[in-house]
């Protein structure tokens, strides 16, 4: 059984897109914003989430968020982002973050149904026109990964291992149980890592590991 959460700010697509897709996929549930939607992943752990990119709710990150917030699922849940939004950037960032596709909402719901099969078979589906940005943005492949030794030659092997676990969601006191150390050397690290990342914040350091497949 192919399993869907289905995430969208307006009720009425929701109940729509229900009623579209095929009788071999069963919707599990609903969700309308950013934290319900992290919360209705964890408790359900559908087989695919069709998820919209624009949502209220949580830090303002939308679906992207959903994405940095469900990291640890992202194995065993699959992510087809389904949107109005064509933009390139909109695009980008929910696959950087970890969607496996993106289609538009003009698709029909045959079409959607044939992705999130696809999708939930480990496939990646995109829009036609919408392909175009994802080769764009992830074609200079060792470029990036170029990028993402040098940003870590530029902390510690302390402040990597501190890196991984709060951008896992560690609390400070559960990093110093996990490593070993005091509360306050957690926090200087942490510190020292923002800083040498050019970051502001600790969902700043969740996206950008995760972005760069460090977790």
């Known amino acids: 059984m192919t399993s869907v959460l289905i995430v969208d700010d307006h009720s009425i697509f929701r109940s729509g897109l229900r009623a579209e897709l095929d009788a071999g996929l069963t919707v599990v549930g609903e969700a309308a914003s950013v934290d319900e939607a ?8 559908p087989s695919v989430v069709l998820l919209d990119v624009h949502l209220p709710g949580g830090a303002g990150g939308g ?22 939004s064509d933009s390139a950037e909109d695009v980008v960032g929910v696959i950087r973050a970890g969607a496996r596709g993106y289609i538009t909402k003009g698709s029909s719901g045959a079409e959607v149904s044939a992705a999130v099969v696809a999708v939930a078979s480990g496939d990646a589906v995109f829009s036609p026109r919408l392909a175009g940005f994802v080769l764009d943005a992830f074609g200079a492949v060792a470029g990036e990964r170029a990028e993402r030794s040098d940003e870590l030659d530029r902390l510690s092997a302390r402040e990597q291992e ?3 676990l709060i951008a896992r969601g560690f609390s400070y006191k559960e990093v ?3 490593l070993f150390i005091s509360i306050k ?23 950008w590991a995760q972005q760069r497949k460090l977790l």
């Open 38 to 45: 992290v919360a209705r992943i964890e408790a359900l752990r």
């Open 63 to 84: 679906g992207a968020e959903v994405l940095t917030r469900s990291a640890g699922l992202l194995e065993s849940v699959r992510f087809l982002a389904l949107s109005v």
């Open 162 to 164: 501190v890196m991984r």
């Open 176 to 178: 110093a149980s996990e």
């Open 185 to 207: 050397t957690v926090e200087t690290h942490v510190s020292a890592v923002l800083r040498k990342l050019q970051l502001s914040s600790r969902h700043e350091l969740t996206v």
